[in-house]
């Protein structure tokens, strides 16, 4: 009875320790800290934007969940995005390593490319069937004007 209990104990400790190694932390943390407020989830974590000036970066899915949209944000501004600033942000080793951890979960498997890029464009493109919408924003004159990014274009 008492080996039932500590292996039951050891059991409950090893399922919790492989179910936390699994979840992926939240790799926008990386973004906020080196350019703070420039973040905004909205929808209950359905839509995020990156903004870092007038303009804006933004993904809206009804389909993924939050923690995904959050995995193909991140994916996006840390290999695809435009936004010079981000240039010296992604030489810093913990963006790398919250890139590189993102795309070794299990949902990316199918994408065996070696470059780092070329695996984020393939998940980018898994997470895609999900229909997450990518789109462009910017403030003129007071009034914010939209238009939707073609993803296999900005990930060339």
């Known amino acids: 009875m008492v080996l039932m ?10 399922s919790c320790s492989v ?28 839509q995020i934007e990156f903004c870092p000036d007038e303009t804006c970066e933004g993904f809206v899915s009804s389909k ?9 944000a991140y994916l996006f501004l840390y290999y695809f995005s435009g936004y010079t600033d ?21 949902e990316f498997a199918t994408c065996r490319e070696e470059n780092p890029r070329i695996k984020a464009r393939c998940s980018l493109f898994l997470m895609n069937r999900q229909g997450v919408r990518v789109y462009f924003s910017r403030d003129d004159e007071g009034e914010r ?12």
């Open 5 to 14: 209990k500590i292996f039951l104990a050891l059991m409950l400790f090893f």
């Open 19 to 46: 179910t936390q190694a699994q979840q992926t932390p939240d790799p926008l943390k990386q973004v906020t800290k080196s350019f703070p407020n420039t973040i905004k989830i909205k929808k209950n974590g359905k």
């Open 64 to 72: 993924l969940s939050p923690a995904h949209l959050r995995n193909f």
């Open 86 to 106: 981000l240039e010296q942000w992604r030489t810093k080793t913990p963006n790398r390593v919250a890139a590189e951890r993102i795309l070794k979960r299990p």
């Open 145 to 156: 004007n939209f238009g939707d990014l073609d993803l296999a274009e900005e990930t060339k």
